[in-house]
């Protein structure tokens, strides 16, 4: 997840193709029986080429040669032209056709005209010279990212948390969001999901009598949201229709106003995407329907904040209009965690291979997809994870980033699902087994190993502050932590972002009340 769909086999394949049709067009003459052709086949006179006149009877070197694609052999991607060669554009999709002739390049990279998707690529990544989107110097040459830069910036304005229904440290956060309030398909409502949620729901909006400046939002969505269900389509349902926008923002508002919300985090996983439930249509539906809900709650006297989810791998947040998006909300959630997970199995862009779901490097790349389009630094809020992503390594004498895996870790008593262990269970596991973490500097993640071949990366009170330290150096808004419940008891990891971020927290103890330590 995050890579782009681009094979690299194939730009070696359109530099050798443009190679051989040089030297056609120039008739140059370099081939024998002891200095065999590149690609094609050798004839007599000592020209490269893949028709009866090279490979036939007139051959004397790699008359075996068989062309790439043809009417019968259709290329994995790109056209087949008359030459045997699969590529993108008008020397393949063109007049010379003969195979796939329908397919167009991603991007447009000067000539390609209708043999494009696209003009310019999503996000305002570069567009190679074949017609792929990516970042890479293969793309962009030797153009820079414009980054934002905050030497000396010592404090972030928020700090946000998800709460799904647990304790919390009172005080350090700025913002609050519950996860997840519930939307009728059928009638757009907006509603809670239980009685005993509403309950919940009261005692944390009631965390502003001790602490008047926290901002407490109801959070509408989550990944399960879009799989296959009910819910599926819900929110592309709602942007593409003035009329169900009004049904939703109508009822929106009240929900607000009956339990004390401050805002709105709408967290649509993912427009546009048809494995999750989306259209085509989303990617201009979203901006409207923000910008009408946004300037609705202006109407709430006080209830007006919108922020959204982002995701931080290019494959999805490609579907997101950053450049009109970022005008219509107070700032994104940028999920900038589960970038690798037991997924990575039988995915076909990445190699099944232990590494951290949270890895800054890889998070810096993401960040810059975002600088690519114009977006107030100020409104961007980087994620950090209070869990682990667990793996089961293949060989237990291999337990490095790179080494393969072969599932997901074993799950825990509380977190109770494969792959995942709270940070709260890395801490009784690591006091239990008498273990230590390693520091992986570059990728600023703690790795722990147990238990023969288990494997997990997470971030402690170090490598928070390093992510901490990262977003204050690129001028972000603030923070937001997934999720404050998978805290330790003690809430070392929430105290953490409280010194780090300019927070004085009113208390550090937690909500300890029956109802608070339920889910």
Not at 357 to 386: C, Q
Request: charged share 25%; net charge negative; hydrophobic share 35%.
């Amino acid at each position: 997840m995050g890579a782009f769909h681009f094979n690299r086999s194939l730009l070696w394949l359109f530099g050798l193709t443009c190679l051989f049709l040089l030297c056609q067009n120039a008739k140059a003459k370099g081939c024998s029986a002891l200095a065999p052709c590149a690609t094609g086949c050798c004839n007599k006179f000592g020209y490269c080429g893949i028709t009866d006149d090279f490979c036939g009877a007139d051959c004397v070197a790699s008359c075996d040669f068989e062309p790439e694609c043809s009417v019968s052999k259709p290329c994995a991607q790109g056209c087949c032209n008359k030459f045997g060669f699969c590529g993108l554009g008008p020397d393949f999709c063109g007049d010379d056709c003969v195979g796939t002739c329908e397919r167009k390049s991603e991007c447009d990279p000067g000539k390609y005209g209708d043999y494009a998707e696209s003009k310019k690529c999503p996000l305002n990544v570069c567009c190679s010279k074949f017609g792929f989107c990516g970042t890479t110097k293969d793309f962009c040459g030797n153009k820079k990212v414009k980054r934002p830069l905050c030497p000396n910036q010592d404090s972030l304005n928020r700090v946000v948390g998800y709460y799904e229904g647990w304790s919390i440290p009172v005080g350090v956060y700025t913002h609050l969001n519950y996860a997840f309030a519930l939307v009728d398909p059928e009638t757009f409502d907006v509603l809670a999901p239980s009685e005993y949620e509403k309950k919940l729901i009261k005692r944390l909006t009631d965390l502003k009598k001790a602490d008047p400046d926290l901002k407490v939002f109801i959070a509408i969505g989550g990944w399960t949201f879009n799989d296959p269900g009910p819910t599926r389509t819900v929110f592309s349902d709602i942007a593409r229709l003035e009329a169900n926008q009004r049904k939703f923002i109508a009822s929106l508002k009240t929900f607000l106003t009956d339990y004390n919300f401050d805002g709105v985090d709408l967290d649509w996983e993912y427009p546009t995407a048809d494995d999750r439930g989306g259209r085509q249509e989303d990617f201009k539906n979203l901006p409207k329907f923000l910008a009408n809900l946004k300037n609705t709650l202006k109407e709430t006297a006080g209830r007006d904040g919108v922020s959204i989810t982002l995701p931080a791998s290019y494959w999805y947040l490609q579907h997101f209009d950053l450049e009109n998006l970022h005008k219509h909300v107070d700032f994104f959630n940028i999920m900038s965690y589960d970038l690798h997970g037991k997924w990575d199995l039988g995915n076909q862009w990445l190699d099944p291979v232990l590494n951290s779901h949270t890895n800054l490097t890889e998070i810096k790349n993401a960040m810059d997809l975002i600088w690519r389009n114009d977006v107030p630094s100020d409104k961007v809020v980087l994620g950090l994870a209070f869990y682990a992503r667990v793996f089961s390594a293949s060989d237990p004498a291999c337990m490095e980033p790179g080494c393969p895996f072969v599932s997901g870790g074993n799950p825990g008593p509380c977190s109770d699902e494969v792959s995942i262990l709270l940070n709260s269970e890395v801490k009784d596991i690591m006091s239990e087994k008498k273990l230590t973490s390693k520091l992986d500097k570059d990728a600023a993640v703690k790795i722990l190993k147990f238990d023969t071949n288990q494997w997990l990366t997470y971030d402690d009170e170090e490598t928070l502050e390093m992510k901490t330290d990262f977003a204050k150096s690129q001028c972000l808004g603030g923070v937001m932590v997934w999720a404050v419940s998978h805290d330790h008891p003690s809430s070392n990891f929430s105290t953490t972002l409280a010194k780090k971020t300019g927070r004085k927290g009113t208390s550090l103890a937690f909500d300890k009340t029956k109802d608070s330590m339920e889910i």
